[in-house]
């Protein structure tokens, strides 16, 4: 059987780490709570992802990752956890925003790519700190715009100086 999660099977195997973690097992009425689906929707996605061998579970009994599980489920968290703080920290998007946004991006992000976020996090973080100048500026560009330039400007401005780019490049 193929381990390859879809993104709600994903989703189901955090939602089992999140509630493992704050009561040592979960149960399906709490991963229906957590994820504000049907209890049939649930009891397939379970199912699934026992076949994969990533959660114990028997119908109406209690749920537990497997170690491979946990790792996988550590991993998705930890994915979630960079990619919302990278919006919440560095982009200024408020939590409520970023939650949701990083519940879309966590899917497709790459591994590089999220290596990125967190390496650009921590170097903020440790050379730029939140009462620095540079994330200061950063926001008070996002809010008011550069010199008084809209995010439109910026635009047109980016994809001028790319055209000016591709164009020197030939």
């Known amino acids: 059987m193929t381990k390859e999660l879809t993104a709600t099977l ?14 040592r097992v979960a149960r399906p009425r709490d991963i229906v709570r957590a994820q504000h689906v049907a209890a049939s929707t649930v009891t397939a996605a379970l199912q699934s992802l026992a076949e994969k061998g990533l959660i114990n579970y ?3 009994g209690l749920i ?22 990278f919006l ?9 925003r970023a939650e949701s946004t990083a519940c879309g991006m966590e899917h497709v992000v790459d591994g590089e790519a999220l290596q990125r976020f ?3 996090v921590a170097f903020m973080e440790r050379h730029c700190p939140a ?21 439109q400007e910026c635009l047109d401005a980016y994809r001028k100086a790319r055209a000016e780019d591709t164009a020197g490049q030939t």
């Open 64 to 85: 537990t990752l497997t170690d491979e599980g946990r790792a996988k489920a550590q991993q998705l968290a930890d994915r979630h956890l960079i990619i919302n703080d």
């Open 131 to 151: 009462g620095s100048k540079c994330l200061k500026d950063f926001r008070h560009f996002i809010k008011e715009g550069a010199n008084g330039r809209t995010c």
């Open 58 to 60: 028997e119908p109406y």
């Open 118 to 120: 967190l390496c650009f």
């Open 88 to 96: 919440q920290k560095i982009l200024g998007l408020e939590p409520d």
């Open 10 to 23: 994903e989703d189901y195997l955090r939602a089992v780490y999140g509630i493992e973690r704050e009561q």
